[in-house]
Each structure stands twice: as structure tokens, then as C-alpha cells.
């Protein structure tokens, strides 16, 4: 089993910068896509951005590229997302995702997760 904790969200105001964080715990072996999704309330989970664990490459939502960074650390199981010049369109419960799969035609997609952390919050005022 694999378990998913979420940190380091919070409010900032436009153009600022956060970085949140996620824990990996249990099978991390089993590990080779993760990602971070996003979601406000009436809207449905988004992907923006995935990571394949054994390189380390990274794919992006439009949106976001060119603002955030994705990366991991596998020595110590974490997950991180770099979020800069920050719009209040990037506000939302932001997800760490897991899964023992690789697709990189879908691995944005929420649907292709078997293992999602509680989220962090991240408000951004204009």
C-alpha cells in the first residue's frame, strides 16, 4: 500500500511564489508516476504537472509552463511542486498522485491514479 501526505500550501498574492510538498510512504518501490492535481469546488480535478519517477521528467499543464517546476527526490520519497509568479487562477486544493504505471499520453489524467494524498490548500489573492 502507498500512502500520500501533502505540505507547504497556504495563501500568497499575485506574482508571489509556494512550494508544496508531498511524502510518500509504504510501497515506494512500486512507484513510477506521480503527479499534482487541482481542484476549486464545482470544478473537476485537473492535472498540472506529472512526473515519471525513474528520470525525473516532467509534463505540464499549458498553463502552468514556464511558472512551476516539478521534481522528485527518491531517496527521501518526495514529491515536490516549485509554484512562481502566481495568478489567483492557481488557486485550489492541490492533490499529490501515485501511481504503479507509466502512460505519458494520460498522465495527467486523474483517472489514471490509484493513490491520492488529502491535499493542500493554495490561495492566491489578486
Not at 500550501?9 to 510512504?25: K, W
Not at 519517477?53 to 516549485?82: C, H, P, Q, W
Request: proline share 2%; charged share 20%.
Amino acid at each position: 500500500q502507498v500512502q500520500l501526505v501533502e505540505s507547504g500550501g497556504g495563501s500568497v498574492q499575485a506574482g508571489g511564489s509556494l512550494r508544496v510538498s508531498c511524502v510518500v510512504s509504504g510501497d515506494t518501490n512500486s512507484i513510477y508516476m506521480m503527479a499534482w492535481f487541482r481542484q476549486v469546488p464545482g470544478k473537476e480535478r485537473e492535472g498540472v504537472a506529472c512526473v515519471y519517477m525513474e528520470d525525473g521528467s516532467a509534463i505540464y499543464r499549458d498553463s502552468v509552463k514556464g511558472r512551476f517546476t516539478a521534481s522528485r527526490d527518491n531517496v527521501k520519497n518526495m514529491l515536490f511542486l516549485e509554484m512562481n509568479s502566481l495568478k489567483p487562477d492557481d488557486s485550489g486544493m492541490y492533490y499529490c498522485a501515485a501511481d504503479e504505471t507509466w502512460y505519458e499520453d494520460r498522465c495527467l489524467k486523474a483517472r489514471q491514479y490509484n493513490h491520492w494524498g488529502p491535499g493542500t490548500q493554495v490561495t492566491v489573492s489578486s
